[in-house]
C-alpha cells in the first residue's frame, strides 16, 4: 500500500482541497463586494456518504476487472448562494466584515489540516525508523 492510499492522508487532502475552494469562492465574494446586484457565495460541506460520493469527495474504484467501472467525477464543490446579513440598495448581499470572518475561520481549520498532516507524517517517519534509532 502505498501511503497516498492511507484513509487519514486522503481525508485531509479532501478537507485541504474544500478549504482551498472556499478560499476562492470568498476571495471572489470580496471582490464583487462592490457590484450591483451580486450575491455572496459559498461552499457546503458534505456531510454524509452519499453527498461525499456525490460531490467527488469520494471516488469509488474498481476491484476486478468484472466490476462496472464507476462514473468519473472531478473533486469540484458546488457553490451556492449564501448572502449575509445585509442588502444594500443595489442588491449586493456581500458584507466585506463577515467575509473576513469567513476567510479567517477556513485559514484556522487550514492549519488545523497541515498540522494533522505533519503530525500523521512524523508518526509514520517514526513507526518506519528501524529498532534502536
Known amino acids: 500500500m502505498a501511503i497516498t492510499d492511507l484513509p487519514l492522508l486522503s481525508q485531509i487532502k479532501g478537507r485541504l482541497t474544500w478549504l482551498d475552494q472556499r478560499q476562492r469562492v470568498i476571495a471572489e465574494n470580496v471582490a464583487n463586494a462592490d457590484t450591483p446586484g451580486y450575491v455572496g457565495r459559498d461552499l457546503s460541506q458534505p456531510t454524509d456518504?452519499?453527498?461525499?460520493?456525490?460531490?467527488?469527495?469520494?471516488?469509488?474504484?474498481?476491484?476486478?476487472?468484472?466490476?462496472?467501472?464507476?462514473?468519473g467525477s472531478a473533486a469540484q464543490f458546488e457553490a451556492h448562494k449564501a448572502p449575509d446579513s445585509e442588502t444594500t440598495l443595489d442588491g449586493n448581499s456581500v458584507v466585506v466584515e463577515e467575509q473576513m470572518?469567513?476567510?479567517a475561520e477556513s485559514r484556522m481549520a487550514y492549519d488545523a489540516a497541515i498540522g494533522l498532516y505533519q503530525k500523521s507524517m512524523q508518526m509514520l517517519r517514526m513507526a518506519a525508523r528501524p529498532p534502536g534509532r
Open 101 to 103: 470572518l469567513k476567510m
Open 49 to 71: 456518504f452519499a453527498s461525499a460520493l456525490s460531490g467527488g469527495r469520494l471516488q469509488m474504484t474498481r476491484t476486478s476487472a468484472m466490476h462496472i467501472a464507476p462514473a
